[in-house]
């Protein structure tokens, strides 16, 4: 599986922004999907996943609330609308595919397949 990710840019703080990750295949649907972000000399950490039927998500809770997570499988596309944002919401945002996640281990970036390659978020305050 290949990923894209787009959707990046600069915002005001209190702003929006919907991020997009392609992924190429025909087994998209077969692939829970995640977004995780890193910014400056920080560690990678989780966003959000979607699990591969798009029935169930998850949120870190530093954005719960504030971000919606989506699928479109006849698409081969996730979606990841980020509201409210704030200047700490600034990062390099990575979606990710998982064939499978072992327990509740879904914020684990180690239980990523695949990955894009990022897209750049910057919240001016």
């Known amino acids: 599986v290949q990923l894209q990710a787009s959707g990046g840019g600069l915002v005001q703080a209190g702003g929006s922004l919907r991020l997009s990750c392609a992924a190429s295949?025909?087994?998209?649907?077969?692939?829970?999907m995640g977004w995780f972000r890193q910014a400056p000399g920080k560690e990678r950490e989780f966003v959000a996943v979607?699990?591969?039927?798009?029935?169930?998500?998850y949120y870190a809770d530093s954005v719960k609330g504030r971000v919606t997570i989506s699928r479109d499988n006849a698409k081969n596309t996730v979606y990841l609308q980020m509201n409210s944002l704030k200047p700490e919401d600034a990062a390099v945002y990575y979606c990710?595919?998982?064939?499978?996640?072992?327990?509740?281990?879904?914020?684990?970036?180690?239980?990523?397949?695949?990955w894009g390659q990022g897209t750049q978020v910057t919240v001016s305050s």
């Open positions: 990710a595919a998982s064939a499978e996640v072992y327990g509740n281990r879904w914020d684990r970036s180690d239980e990523y397949d695949y």
């Open positions: 979607i699990r591969r039927s798009g029935g169930s998500t």
């Open positions: 295949g025909r087994t998209f649907s077969s692939y829970h």
